[in-house]
């Protein structure tokens, strides 16, 4: 079973959060405990799975590998709306193809690399560290 329901409407507001967002917050859990939420890019690659891509040595990529139970959250509406978090597993993966070989991920973040000044493969190089998230579980209103 699909972990977004599309057949009701709180499933296609997901849905199209999904395909339109451009940032999402990853939580990660810091070794004292600490939630540690990082605004990130990120690529839906199927149901249930998600990419990111990320600088090396960053506190998010040592918890992941210390504690891979992850959050991820997009923004709410000013008032509290709209909310959508999954929980996940998160892992270094260092057989995903680097940012500047991976066709959709650029498809979707081509202008917002030349926004931030840089070239393809000098944003796939300085953010070289993928990340899969696998979503285990969908909650909102």
Same mark, same amino acid.
């Given at each position: 079973?699909?972990?977004?329901?599309?057949?009701?409407?709180?499933?296609?507001?997901? &849905? %199209?959060?999904?395909?339109?967002?451009?940032?999402?917050?990853?939580?990660?859990?810091?070794? #004292?405990?600490?939630?540690?939420?990082? /605004?990130?890019?990120?690529?839906?690659?199927? !149901? #249930?799975?998600?990419?990111?891509?990320?600088?090396?040595?960053?506190?998010?990529?040592?918890?992941?590998?210390?504690? /891979?139970? =992850? $959050?991820?959250?997009?923004?709410?509406?000013?008032?509290?709306?709209?909310?959508?978090?999954?929980?996940?597993?998160? %892992?270094? #993966?260092?057989? $995903?193809?680097?940012? $500047? #070989?991976?066709? !959709? +991920?650029?498809?979707? +973040?081509?202008?917002?690399?030349?926004?931030?000044?840089?070239? =393809? &493969?000098?944003?796939?190089?300085?953010?070289?560290?993928?990340?899969?998230? %696998?979503?285990? %579980?969908?909650?909102?209103?």
């Amino acid at each position: 079973m699909a972990l977004v329901d599309t057949s009701t409407e709180f499933g296609q507001r997901v &849905q %199209r959060r999904l395909e339109s967002e451009v940032v999402v917050w990853l939580t990660t859990q810091g070794k #004292d405990g600490t939630p540690e939420p990082s /605004p990130v890019w990120f690529l839906r690659e199927s !149901d #249930d799975e998600v990419i990111i891509y990320s600088q090396p040595n960053k506190p998010k990529v040592r918890n992941i590998e210390a504690r /891979p139970v =992850v $959050a991820l959250t997009f923004n709410s509406t000013p008032s509290g709306g709209d909310v959508v978090i999954f929980h996940g597993e998160a %892992r270094v #993966d260092p057989d $995903a193809p680097a940012a $500047a #070989d991976h066709a !959709d +991920y650029l498809a979707k +973040y081509n202008a917002s690399i030349k926004g931030l000044g840089m070239t =393809v &493969q000098q944003f796939s190089d300085e953010y070289s560290v993928p990340i899969r998230v %696998r979503l285990t %579980r969908l909650r909102g209103f």
